[in-house]
Nanobody, 115 residues
Framework: QVQLAESGGGLVQAGGSLRLSCAAS????????MGWYRQAPGKQRELVAT???????NYQDSVKGRFTISRDNGKNTVTLQMNSLKPEDTAVYYC?????????WGQGTQVTVSS
């Protein structure tokens, strides 16, 4: 079993920054992509940013240039630095990793951006 522990959400004014962190534990053997998704009220969950084990990144167009994902394979952690936040970034942010045939999710952390 794999557990994901997220931290770093909160309330911030538009233009501000937040840093989300996620640590994986449990039966870790070969994590493939690791990253972040978000879900706003009344909307479907969507990809924010992911990073492969070899460092390739994939960002949602709306966050390019504002968000930066990083990953530490030795510590099984992934971090999302979010700058220039906008009210439309408000959502619950979920950490995700893929390992083998399984996809694992964290419990989610709320990010609220006030205008």
């Amino acid at each position: 079993q794999v557990q994901l522990a997220e931290s770093g959400g909160g309330l911030v004014q538009a233009g501000g920054s937040l840093r989300l962190s996620c640590a994986a534990s449990g039966s870790i053997f070969s994590i493939k992509p690791m990253g972040w998704y978000r879900q706003a009220p009344g909307k479907q969950r969507e990809l924010v940013a992911t990073m492969s084990r070899d460092g390739r990144t994939n960002y949602q167009d709306s966050v390019k240039g504002r968000f930066t994902i990083s990953r530490d394979n030795g510590k099984n952690t992934v971090t999302l630095q979010m700058n220039s936040l906008k009210p439309e970034d408000t959502a619950v942010y979920y950490c995700n990793l893929v390992q083998g045939s399984g996809s694992y999710w964290g419990q989610g952390t709320q990010v609220t951006v006030s205008s």
